[in-house]
C-alpha cells in the first residue's frame, strides 16, 4: 500500500486520462496529490512517445554506394536512439508477405 508522502494517507490506484493518454497513478483522497511509480511512469513515456509517431511513413531507398538505405524522419531517430553508437538494428525479411522489419536492439 502506497502512503502519501504529504499526509500519510493511504493512496488510491487510479485509471484515467492524462495528456490525452490513459495512465495508471496513485492519488491521495485528503490532498490529491498524484504520483506515477517507476513502471506507471516507464509506462506513460512508451505511450507518449508512441503518440509523437505517426502510423505510417512512406520513404524511396537511397542509393549509398552499391548498396541501398533508407532515410528515418527525425522523430523516429529521437525515440529510438538512433543517433547512438550503441544502437544497432536487426532486418528481417519476409519476401512472401513482401516485408522488411526492423527491429531495434
Ligand atoms: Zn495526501
Given at each position: 500500500m502506497k502512503k502519501c508522502h504529504k499526509c500519510g494517507k493511504p493512496m488510491?490506484?487510479?485509471?484515467e486520462p492524462y495528456e490525452g493518454i490513459v495512465s495508471e497513478a496513485?492519488?491521495?483522497p485528503k490532498c490529491k496529490t498524484t504520483i506515477f511509480t517507476e513502471d506507471q511512469a516507464l509506462a506513460f513515456g512508451k505511450q507518449y512517445q508512441q503518440k509523437l509517431l505517426k502510423e505510417k511513413y512512406a520513404k524511396h531507398p537511397i542509393k549509398i554506394g552499391h548498396s541501398y538505405g533508407m532515410i528515418f524522419p527525425r522523430d523516429l531517430v529521437r525515440v529510438f536512439n538512433l543517433d547512438s553508437k550503441d544502437t544497432k538494428l536487426n532486418i528481417r525479411a519476409d519476401r512472401a508477405k513482401n516485408k522488411i522489419e526492423i527491429t531495434v536492439i
Open positions: 488510491k490506484l487510479i485509471v496513485y492519488r491521495c
